[in-house]
């Protein structure tokens, strides 16, 4: 069995959203996502279920790629340091510090 990605989570939510506003069934909504993205009824269920909980429809995030960078050694350190002690992931720190630096540019540009 394959984990659906993130966007794909989301994507399936949505759609669970959708037809439980047009078919009070669940079985029916459930049906319908297993028939649609071609996964199991009790995947659907779980999926119909976090719709049922979320409520409305969510964001769908972008879908992630590599993208290889050389950074300096000591760099690398204190990036990893900062990640362990954040509890956060090297992907997910330098991203963030791409759009802080990208963002800036736009406003002063």
Not at 2 to 12: D, F, G, L, Y
Request: aromatic share 4%; proline share 3%; net charge positive.
């Amino acid at each position: 069995m394959t984990r659906s990605s993130n966007p794909q989570r989301a994507k399936r939510i949505n759609t669970a959203v959708l037809l439980m506003d047009k078919e009070k069934s669940t079985a029916k909504v459930a049906m319908a996502l297993a028939v649609q993205y071609g996964i199991s009824k009790r995947q659907a269920y779980r999926y119909v279920q976090e719709a049922e909980v979320i409520g409305k429809e969510i964001p769908v995030p972008d879908t992630k790629i590599a993208f290889t960078v050389k950074l300096s050694r000591n760099l690398v350190q204190t990036l990893r340091r900062h990640a362990m002690s954040t509890g956060q992931n090297l992907s997910d720190i330098v991203a963030q510090a791409l759009d802080a630096f990208l963002q800036d540019g736009r406003r002063r540009g």
